[in-house]
């Protein structure tokens, strides 16, 4: 049985620091992933899609004094901070990573 694989090109938009990146497929660019902090604040990844000025369709937020990130699929502006989820490591070598939005569970492995 053959499958398909999709490949998908990171593009860094700046030269000098990581915090705006294209996501592109065949040449194309499909998502945009922007970068943005509070001076005090723990960093937030946007995830937009139509231009880097797009709307945002996920988020990530990494926790301050520890591992681990919050995630929440949807415009987090528009959302309460209970909405977001908890990233929580789902296997023992700490290799796969899962959290569970709208009843349904998603989960990655690195």
Same mark, same amino acid.
């Given at each position: 049985?053959?499958?398909?694989?999709?490949?998908?090109?990171?593009?860094?938009?700046?030269?000098?620091?990581?915090?705006?990146?294209?996501?592109?497929?065949?040449?194309?660019?499909?998502?945009?992933?922007?970068? $943005?902090?509070?001076?005090?604040?723990?960093?937030?990844?946007?995830?937009?899609?139509?231009?880097?000025?797009?709307?945002?369709?996920?988020?990530?937020?990494? $926790?301050?004094?520890?591992?681990?990130?919050?995630?929440?699929?949807?415009?987090?502006?528009?959302?309460?901070?209970?909405?977001?989820?908890?990233?929580?490591?789902?296997?023992?070598?700490?290799?796969?990573?899962?959290?569970?939005?709208?009843?349904?569970?998603?989960?990655?492995?690195?």
């Amino acid at each position: 049985m053959n499958s398909i694989i999709k490949t998908y090109d990171i593009i860094n938009q700046n030269t000098f620091r990581a915090k705006h990146f294209e996501v592109r497929q065949n040449g194309t660019p499909i998502l945009w992933i922007n970068t $943005k902090s509070e001076f005090f604040g723990p960093p937030q990844i946007n995830i937009q899609t139509q231009s880097s000025n797009g709307p945002i369709i996920a988020a990530a937020k990494l $926790k301050t004094m520890s591992s681990g990130c919050r995630v929440i699929v949807g415009n987090p502006d528009a959302t309460s901070k209970e909405q977001w989820n908890d990233v929580t490591s789902e296997s023992f070598t700490g290799k796969a990573f899962g959290f569970s939005c709208g009843g349904r569970r998603f989960l990655w492995k690195r």
